[in-house]
């Protein structure tokens, strides 16, 4: 075993040294300076081991140093300066005491031709013939100084500077410097330090300093800051690698091993919890290639293993992500959470990376929560500086009934990309309750009928652009205060931030009951960035009809204000509806109702309906006769009146101030045949009616409906 150990030895040496020493010997006690006889012994050595004759200029043979210049042993391998020192018992012994050189140049591009071939199979065939005499000769010290290496192939340009020292007794030491550069990566000012077992059989190496960069088209990851230590044979290498971007935001930790007889090798990366805030770190500052719309508020680790070989680059693992807000410019959005995990795959020979999930969650943040959590099953493509996307949303509760699918593409280097949005028909009642998708509808007792939607979104330079198609057919929604009857409409939005319809939309219901009924309902509305119009309102109400014409409600507005038309009200349904105990009558009402919302509450000024002809007004109340009867003649002659009035004009006029009680006061002129033979009465009276609670569900409905509207245009936040 020593006897193998001291030839490898000097197989590594042997080019280095031998010629040298046979010089040394013949001429060393020659000290005159006899250098013409130093040719014809380096070109029977060359010869000797099959190798170039080299150029050189030997400067001079002394007693105790021999100095040579200008060593060139082919294209690919030179000499500058060597510098081969010895004292008299070292030649006596047949010794050199040290070899110094100076700019030693490799060309190692065709490492398996030339010299260094020639050497290659001199230190790998096994052939002991040539070194057996010199075996147990010690060999010197050894340094070589600025050592440049270089190597170069269509995939592959190195260029290293090498310092190294070999004592004769103890570990070889080095220190090199390197840029290296392939299609897939860039390092620069690679510092590398380390020892040598003797025999050269294993390396220990740190990298203590190095820049790599990203070569790929599309640009992954920033140039990072390399550290690392490893041990490094003739089969294979073993590392640990670090990798730190400038201001040390993002670590990576690798460990790889490489096996150089198969040209393959693989890595074991782990990237620690990274957290992204709107102050801070941004995905932007690792890479061109992740610029999001808006600032990202989540946190991310993974798990990776990277194959590498001649031809190719495979990377595969595991993202686990916590985002606070999804990075969108949309206020309405901004609320929204995710958190799950992911998988990827990236091929550098095809430059595709894909990212799949089937446990993606996304949660509603909001103060008043919109939505139940929802779960994502996606795959994301990157290929050719552009992103493919194909996402299915259900509910987390029903993962395997998709309520959204959506397809896109996006280019991050131009910030252009589109997208399809869909829904299948969903049916209501039987696919999907209420409370299944909203905790806002956990209160209905009927949901029905069928929807569809279908969305096409298109990102140029920070600008989106968006439609929304939403069809409705026999829709039917109940609470135990309110009720919808079949609703049928087929929307189309043009613009979703900011909302905006075509010019005119139609809804049609059958009907909408609540404290008070409506009768087929017919609505032509528009949406613009700035106001919701309602072009035109009708509906049966107490057998007659209620509308609106051209009422304009500003967004943002403290005030908002429309009139209510009124035709042809039954004034017996309205009596009824009033909620007087034994007040009914004949005849139809008509007028306008003027209406203010401020601050989801309702103001009436002045509001007049009035009778269109004569009629016959009846209160017949004992109620009334018992609470007044002992009010006096003239309160018991009114009640009489009333008991069969014959008016011929009836008006009924309604104010409210903001936060107080409704104030109906009825006109009459008339008389009652049967009292005072028909002498005409003039009467205002005060009712106590349910206006009130007529009100507050109006007051009502316009809340609900003015925060749906704020929710969708994100004025609430």
Do not use: C
């Amino acid at each position: 075993m020593a006897l193998k150990v001291k030839e490898r030895r000097s197989k590594i040496l042997l080019t280095l040294s031998l010629g040298l020493l046979l010089l040394s010997l013949v001429l060393g006690g020659l000290y005159l300076k006899r250098v013409d006889l130093a040719y014809p012994l380096i070109a029977h050595f060359a010869q000797k081991f099959n190798l170039p004759v080299p150029a050189l200029r030997i400067e001079e043979i002394g007693l105790t140093e021999t100095t040579l210049h200008d060593v060139k042993l082919g294209e690919e391998l030179s000499l500058k300066k060597v510098y081969v020192r010895y004292s008299l018992f070292d030649l006596i012994n047949q010794q050199i005491g040290e070899i110094v050189v100076d700019d030693l140049f490799i060309d190692a591009s065709h490492y398996e031709e030339g010299v260094l071939g020639t050497l290659q199979e001199m230190f790998t065939s096994g052939d002991t013939s040539q070194t057996a005499t010199t075996t147990s000769t010690p060999l010197p010290e050894i340094t070589i100084n600025n050592a440049r290496i270089v190597y170069n192939t269509d995939q592959l340009s190195a260029h290293s500077t090498l310092t190294l020292h070999i004592p004769t007794v103890g570990k070889p030491t080095f220190r090199a410097q390197a840029n290296i550069k392939s299609p897939f990566a860039r390092l620069d000012q690679l510092t590398l330090t380390g020892e040598a077992s003797p025999t050269f059989d294993k390396v220990d190496f740190q990298i203590t300093d190095g820049r790599i960069e990203d070569q790929s088209k599309s640009y992954l990851i920033p140039a990072l800051h390399l550290t690392a230590e490893g041990t490094l044979t003739p089969q294979n290498v073993e590392a640990t690698f670090n990798l730190k971007d400038k201001a040390e935001k993002l670590n990576i930790m690798m460990e790889t091993t490489a096996d150089f007889a198969q040209a393959v090798a693989s890595l074991a990366i782990q990237v620690p919890l990274l957290t992204f805030t709107p102050s801070g770190l941004q995905p932007a500052d690792l890479s061109p290639f992740a610029q999001l719309p808006s600032p990202l508020d989540a946190s991310v680790s993974s798990v990776a293993n990277i194959l590498i070989n001649a031809e190719n680059i495979v990377a595969f693992g595991d993202l686990n992500i916590t985002s606070q807000n999804l990075p969108l410019d949309i206020p309405a959005l901004q609320t929204l959470s995710t958190k799950g995990k992911a998988s990827f795959q990236y091929d550098h020979k095809d430059q595709r990376l894909t990212v799949t999930s089937n446990d993606l969650r996304l949660s509603d943040k909001h103060a008043k929560k919109r939505f139940e959590d929802l779960t994502f099953k996606l795959v994301t493509r990157l290929e050719q500086n552009e992103i493919h996307n194909a996402t299915q949303i259900a509910l987390q509760s029903k993962p395997n009934a998709p309520l959204l699918l959506i397809e896109g593409t996006y280019n991050p280097s131009v910030d252009v990309g589109q997208a399809s949005v869909n829904t299948p028909v969903i049916n209501w009642g039987t696919d999907f309750k209420g409370k299944d998708l909203s905790p806002l509808l956990k209160d209905l007792t009927q949901l029905t009928g069928q929807t569809r939607a279908s969305s096409t979104l298109n990102w140029r330079k920070g600008k989106l652009d968006s439609n929304l198609h939403l069809t409705f057919d026999n829709f039917t929604i109940a609470n135990d205060l309110f009720t919808m009857e079949n609703l049928d409409t087929d929307l189309f939005f043009p613009s979703l931030f900011p909302p905006k319809t075509a010019k005119s939309q139609k809804i049609e219901i059958d009907a909408v009951k609540s404290v008070v009924d409506l009768l087929n309902p017919r609505l032509k509305f528009s949406l613009s960035p700035k106001k919701a119009q309602l072009q035109e309102v009708t509906a049966g109400f107490l057998g007659g009809t209620l509308s609106i014409k051209d009422a304009r409600f500003p967004f943002g507005a403290d005030r908002q204000t429309a009139v209510l038309m009124m035709k042809q009200l039954a004034l017996a349904e309205f009596f009824k509806l009033s909620g007087v105990d034994g007040l009914t009558g004949t005849g139809r009402l008509s007028g306008e109702i003027p209406f203010t919302f401020v601050n989801d509450d309702v103001e009436i000024d002045n509001a007049v309906l009035a009778s269109e002809e004569s009629g016959v007004l009846r209160f017949n109340s004992q109620a009334a006769k018992d609470m007044l009867g002992s009010a006096g003649e003239q309160m018991a002659l009114v009640l009489d009146v009333l008991a069969n009035f014959h008016y011929k004009s009836l008006s009924l006029k309604i104010n409210r101030k903001l936060g107080q009680n409704a104030v109906l006061t009825m006109g009459l002129e008339g008389h009652n045949p049967d009292v005072k033979d028909g002498y005409p009465f003039k009467l205002n009276i005060n009712l106590e009616t349910n206006l009130n609670k007529i009100l507050a569900t109006v007051r009502e409905g316009y809340r609900l409906s003015s925060q749906a509207i704020r929710f969708t245009i994100g004025l609430d936040k």
